[in-house]
Each structure stands twice: as structure tokens, then as C-alpha cells.
T-cell receptor, first 112, second 115 residues
Framework: TQLLEQSPQFLSIQEGENLTVYCNSS?????LQWYRQEPGEGPVLLVT?????EVKKLKRLTFQFGDARKDSSLHITAAQPGDTGLYLC????????????FGTGTRLKVLA | EAQVTQNPRYLITVTGKKLTVTCSQN?????MSWYRQDPGLGLRQIYY???????DKGDVPEGYKVSRKEKRNFPLILESPSPNQTSLYFC??????????????FGQGTRLTVV
């Protein structure tokens, strides 16, 4: 089974700090998505990156897709308590069987 | 409102008692799938369906069954639940199995406990 490894698994930081979450795999993906999940809810899509080396910004969140399309990172600038949640990366594979491969998750807590 | 609806949200059952978790989407999506979420393991795909009457195993299909008789519904069936199936389950749907940038829409989850 292909896995996407995320690091760190847990992260607790103070409001205003910056952080980076990593998502790594040995496999190439057609695209990579980042989701955020809050307690009692299903994951909700934040962004999709498609091209190797692509960088997308969503307010204080910056997403990057690795050049080889095997890894990705999520950087949050000046974290706020509202950023607290579980962040999941998902590799999308469209060759052969179409499916999403989800990462192991990073649980972020931002303290006020 | 476009949504994926799972029922029930919470379920406690005993070992061996058959149960069904329902999933329905109102977005006319072709692709639907079931995941289980366990601490440290992320979301693991149980079964998926690319269209009506087309289903296939995901990464952890043992102990589960699904059916896709109509486009909007994709129930998950546990014929003889066991304690190792205690988990948080999510149903998801996607518009089209071909588009790479397609977002997966998730239900709110079903927390299942098997005692």
C-alpha cells in the first residue's frame, strides 16, 4: 500500500508563530491536495496542486508541490487559533485505478 | 445544499451483529468511496465505486461489503462486525473519475464502536 508520510504528526505552537508541515512519498502523483479536518466533521479541501514545483497561496497558507511530484509542503505564516485542526495531504493517482492516497495527518494546535 | 449525508453519526454495536451505514450524495457524482480513519494511520480507503454497479476494493476491504445500485447511494455493510472495526468512517464523493483536480466531498463521519 502506498503511503504518504506527514511530519510532524503533532504540533503545538503559540499564536503568531510560523510552521511548516511536510508530506512525502516515494510515488509520483497526478496532483496533490491538502485538506483540513475539524472535530466532528469530514475533511474539507484547501487546495489542489498539479504541476511539479507549483506554489499556491491561500491567505497565510502557502502550498508547494515538489518538482518530482512526490512531495509537498504546507507553510502557515503567523498562525492563529482558528488554524487549529487536522491537516491531511492526499495524492491523487489517475493511472490505472483512480484513487486518493491520504497522508497520516498532522494535528495542529495553535495556542492564544 | 450540495452535501454527502451519512447515517448514523454514532453507533455502538455488539460483535457479529450485521449493520449498514448509509451514504447519500445529492451532487450527481460518479465516484464514491468509503474510508476509515484511525489515529496515526490517516484515512484508508475501504471500497470505492466509479459508477453504478461498478465497485472495487480499496486498501482495507476485509470484513466490509458495499453496493452501488443507484448513483446517489453507496451503503457500507459489515456482515459480522468485530472490535477491530471500531473506527471513524467517512463516505466521500467526487464528480468525475477522470478529472485530476477534482475535490473529494466528505460526509460528517460515522463513529462506530464494536464491543
Amino acid at each position: 500500500t502506498q503511503l504518504l508520510e506527514q511530519s510532524p504528526q503533532f504540533l503545538s505552537i503559540q499564536e503568531g508563530e510560523n510552521l511548516t508541515v511536510y508530506c512525502n512519498s516515494s510515488s509520483v502523483f497526478s496532483s496533490l491536495q491538502w485538506y483540513r479536518q475539524e472535530p466532528g466533521e469530514g475533511p474539507v479541501l484547501l487546495v489542489t496542486v498539479v504541476t511539479g514545483g507549483e506554489v499556491k497561496k491561500l491567505k497565510r497558507l502557502t502550498f508547494q508541490f515538489g518538482d518530482a511530484r512526490k512531495d509537498s509542503s504546507l507553510h502557515i505564516t503567523a498562525a492563529q487559533p482558528g488554524d487549529t485542526g487536522l491537516y491531511l495531504c492526499a495524492g491523487v493517482r489517475t493511472s490505472g485505478t483512480y484513487k486518493y492516497i491520504f497522508g497520516t495527518g498532522t494535528r495542529l494546535k495553535v495556542l492564544a | 445544499e450540495a452535501q454527502v449525508t451519512q447515517n448514523p453519526r454514532y453507533l455502538i454495536t455488539v460483535t457479529g451483529k450485521k449493520l449498514t451505514v448509509t451514504c447519500s450524495q445529492n451532487m450527481n457524482h460518479e465516484y464514491m468511496s468509503w474510508y476509515r480513519q484511525d489515529p496515526g494511520l490517516g484515512l484508508r480507503q475501504i471500497y470505492y465505486s466509479m459508477n453504478v454497479e461498478v465497485t472495487d476494493k480499496g486498501d482495507v476491504p476485509e470484513g466490509y461489503k458495499v453496493s452501488r445500485k443507484e448513483k446517489r447511494n453507496f451503503p457500507l455493510i459489515l456482515e459480522s462486525p468485530s472490535p477491530n472495526q471500531t473506527s471513524l468512517y467517512f463516505c466521500a464523493s467526487t464528480p468525475n473519475s477522470v478529472q485530476m483536480n477534482t475535490e473529494a466531498f466528505f460526509g460528517q463521519g460515522t463513529r462506530l464502536t464494536v464491543v
